[in-house]
């Protein structure tokens, strides 16, 4: 069972995340805003992050950032209303895959999983240990990304 934080402004999104990853038997803990993310992963540090990209004040892509430095072992998985994110958004630093709003069930539980595995690997690996520049290699060699 993973703990996953899920982050999003609208209170519905969240809802619904967070059923559907209960379902899949893990625990979920919810916060509106890139800043109420820190706070809560502050308290209890979640295994898997579902952000939303646009959001109030800082977006998901800040709080990706904040994320990657404090938290190395946290997986990250991006919500956006946008289809097409190539030019702006990089699959990289642990940020493994975005969805697409409105949701398709079947991706949310893949993309789960998919963080839930790298977290797993991100742990076995002891990349809290790790010194600049080596989080990214570690990133480059896994066959998932």
Known sequence: MALVLVVDDEVNVRQLLGTA???????????DSSDAALEVMQTRAADVVFT????PGRDGRWLTLELRKR??????????S???L????????GVLSYLVKPFDLK????????AVEWHD???AAGL???EEGQLEKWLDSLEIL
Not at 86 to 93: D, E, H, K, P, V
Request: proline letters at 2%; aromatic letters at 4%; charged letters at 20%.
């Open 107 to 114: 991706a949310v539980h893949e993309a789960l999983q998919m």
């Open 121 to 123: 690997k991100a742990t």
């Open 71 to 80: 938290y190395p072992l946290t997986a990250v998985v991006l919500a956006t």
């Open 21 to 31: 990853i209960k379902r899949a038997g893990h625990e979920v803990l919810e916060a």
């Open 128 to 130: 809290h240990d790790l």
């Open 86 to 93: 190539s030019a702006s958004i990089s699959l990289r630093f």
């Open 82 to 84: 946008v289809t097409d």
């Open 52 to 55: 939303d990209i646009q959001m």
